[in-house]
């Protein structure tokens, strides 16, 4: 069976969700259509790069995702089609495709030439240009029908921290707030562990507060399981599954979280000090 994902930042009031799932039965009804998330900001390109990032590998190789974030049409912007890491992405050149596969290079890279002639009127683009093309390619459609093969596309920089050598200081930002209010910074795994090995100790710095140990996972920070509501509202710094360092409040949500009791915001920096 083939799959498409939706991607988008059209929320799940408005018609344009439903649309697309329409559109995708009406063209073949044994697509399998799967929501990764319609809960984007408007327009918000780094958080899209996070969440799809982070979700699309674990979906089967030759998945098709139809990313619908910034991608209302106009004539001069074009719509690609990407081909990475064995699956299809369907996204406006905005700049979105560099930030997810800022470290993985294309296979195969098309300008989706459906309904882009001059006289061919496009409404919404996600059901007349993304949905089409998602469905061929899912009847086993070759990309060169429906797109033209270009070198290149619109680049935007993954924000990435940076090695203060001078401070011994790895200086980095906050990139993403999830659900439950963690704060997800673009400091890696392997950047802190390639410099930490040359020191015997680190601290996080954020605002004015710090903390000096990093565990594995959420439920780490708990000792004693018998006594495991004693630790709600512990704060703890983690490597989450994406091997990004996070900010967390054990149990915590939007309303109590690390974004609340921190008070830090997207774009603000963290620090970690080598000692």
Do not use: C
Not at 58 to 76: A, E, M, Q, R
Not at 89 to 110: C, H, T
Not at 179 to 196: C, P, T, W, Y
């Amino acid at each position: 069976m083939s799959i498409i994902t939706l991607t988008s930042d059209f929320g799940n009031l408005d018609y344009r969700v439903s649309a697309m799932k329409g559109k995708i039965l009406s063209l073949n009804p044994e697509v399998k259509s799967i929501d990764i998330t319609h809960d984007i900001q408007a327009y918000n390109l780094i958080q899209t790069s996070y969440i799809v990032r982070n979700a699309y590998q674990y979906f089967p190789k030759g998945t098709i995702h139809i990313l619908s974030v910034d991608s209302f049409f106009h004539k001069s912007r074009k719509n690609i089609l990407y081909k990475a890491d064995g699956h299809y992405f369907l996204a406006a050149d905005n700049g979105l495709l560099s930030l997810i596969f800022f470290d993985i290079k294309p296979e195969a890279i098309y300008e989706i030439t459906l309904n882009n002639r001059f006289d061919d009127i496009v409404n919404f683009t996600s059901t007349d240009v993304f949905v089409p093309a998602a469905v061929h390619l899912a009847n086993g459609g070759l990309p060169e029908v429906i797109g033209r093969k270009i070198d290149s596309v619109k680049q935007l920089l993954f924000p990435k921290p940076v090695y203060n050598e001078s401070e011994k200081m790895i200086i980095g930002e906050v990139m993403y707030i999830d659900n439950f209010g963690n704060i997800i910074s673009n400091i890696n795994k392997d950047l802190f562990e390639s410099l930490a090995k040359s020191f015997e100790n680190f601290t996080i710095k954020f605002r004015n507060l710090s903390l000096s140990k990093i565990y594995s996972s959420h439920t780490e920070v708990v000792v004693d399981w018998e006594r495991e509501t004693e630790y709600h509202g512990q704060s703890a710094a983690i490597f989450n599954d994406g091997d990004q360092l996070e900010l967390t409040i054990y149990k915590g949500s939007k309303k109590n979280g690390a974004k609340t009791l921190f008070g830090l915001n997207v774009g603000e920096n963290i620090y970690i000090e080598f000692f």
